[in-house]
């Protein structure tokens, strides 16, 4: 019987909190939601885009290119002003005659693939 009276007592014990307690209401979150629902947009005139965008006006049609008419001389001047390729052997080297001008491009990709010496360490 004693074990029937502190089952009893740890019953009573137990139910120290209530399921049927008042939920608490955020007042701050009610007004926010009652603006939110009462809010109208202010209503937009169907002019009121006037002075803010452009009239859209198509763009002037390119006209088509033309041959000239005479190819020939042109394409005569046009090798005559085109440098060749000794012209340009001879300026290159000019610039780079400080720099290792007899190597070519064999010499620094061996230069690039050559092994690279490690330096011994004293301790």
Do not use: W
């Not at 939920?23 to 701050?28: G, M």
């Not at 300026?91 to 190597?103: F, I, L, N, P």
């Amino acid at each position: 019987m004693s074990s029937m009276k502190f089952l009893r007592q740890a019953a009573r014990s137990a139910r120290t909190f209530s399921t049927t307690s008042v939920a608490r209401k955020d007042l701050v979150q009610d007004i926010y939601v009652k603006e939110l629902k009462a809010y109208k947009p202010p209503a937009i005139a169907k002019d009121a885009h006037v002075g803010v965008v452009k009239n859209f006006s198509l763009p002037a049609v390119p006209k088509p290119p033309t041959l000239p008419v005479d190819l020939a001389a042109e394409l005569t001047a046009y090798d005559a002003t085109e440098p060749t390729k000794a012209e340009a052997e001879v300026t290159s080297s000019s610039v780079h005659a400080g720099e290792d001008a007899g190597k070519g491009a064999d010499a620094f990709l061996g230069f690039l693939e050559a092994d690279v010496k490690q330096a011994e360490v004293h301790h």
